[in-house]
């Protein structure tokens, strides 16, 4: 079945630490996986895609097939980063887009 | 453009009683999804459509009948609200999976109480 999963549901790190928020999945096709962050009381956004391999605000996510992850990196967190994000496939069994549970990032000063 | 828009944006509700949320996107988009949001939870998908017209059920579908009688709409009920409904409802839409980096986008969020 098609699944998105995130292990961590908060990830903590001082400003300027590299951060990784892991992302899996499960899907038996060629999958299109993106990265939504939602900041505090604002709707959730789109981060970043895979098939645009772009960097945004200094984040940058590679797909993996062979591990089937795409972990979304940054090499020096800012406070500004402190959000929500989350993992989504694009592979629901009616076309519909399927999120992991979400990462609370939180980025101390 | 407005995008999604839902309304309202706060509702406090008894329970026991009814109310719908309204969901508007001006993009044209096939797809849309309801969800809600819960401290822990993440994002569960309540109910989605693939076109007007069409509904199904999501992860989290107890408790909630949706219709879509024109594509841009897609309207959320809860016929007897309970305290467990407290959350946070989140709108979206995009096209199908059929186009090349699809996206979803989404509404501002619609804050419901139940006491």
């Known amino acids: 079945a098609q699944r998105v999963t995130q292990p961590e549901k908060l990830l903590s790190v001082f400003k300027g630490a590299p951060v990784e928020l892991k992302c899996n999945y499960s899907?038996?096709?060629?999958?299109?996986l993106f990265w939504y962050v939602q900041y505090s009381r604002q709707r959730l956004q789109l981060l970043l895609r895979?098939?645009s391999r772009e960097s945004i605000k200094g984040f940058t996510a590679d797909l993996n097939k062979g591990e089937t992850s795409f972990h979304l990196k940054k090499p020096f967190a800012q406070e500004e980063d402190s959000a929500m994000y989350y993992c989504?496939?694009?592979?629901?069994?009616?076309?519909?887009?399927?999120f992991g549970k979400g990462t609370k990032l939180s980025v101390k000063p | 453009n407005a995008g999604v828009t839902q309304t309202p944006k706060f509702r406090v509700l008894k329970t026991g009683q009814s109310m719908t949320l309204l969901c508007a996107q001006d993009?044209?988009?096939?797809?849309m999804y309801w969800y809600r949001q819960d401290p822990g939870m993440g994002l569960r998908l309540i109910h989605y459509?693939?076109?007007?017209?069409?509904?199904a059920k999501g992860e989290v579908p107890d408790g909630y009948n949706v219709s879509r009688l024109k594509k841009q709409n897609f309207l959320l009920g809860l016929e007897s609200a309970a305290p467990s409904q407290t959350s946070v409802y989140f709108c979206?839409?995009?096209?199908?999976?059929?186009?090349?980096?699809?996206?979803?986008?989404f509404g501002q969020g619609t804050r419901l109480t139940v006491v």
């Open positions: 979206a839409s995009s096209y199908s999976i059929h186009r090349v980096g699809t996206e979803a986008f």
């Open positions: 899907y038996s096709g060629s999958p299109e």
């Open positions: 895979h098939i």
């Open positions: 989504a496939l694009n592979g629901g069994s009616q076309g519909n887009l399927i």
């Open positions: 993009m044209n988009h096939e797809y």
């Open positions: 459509s693939v076109g007007e017209g069409t509904t």
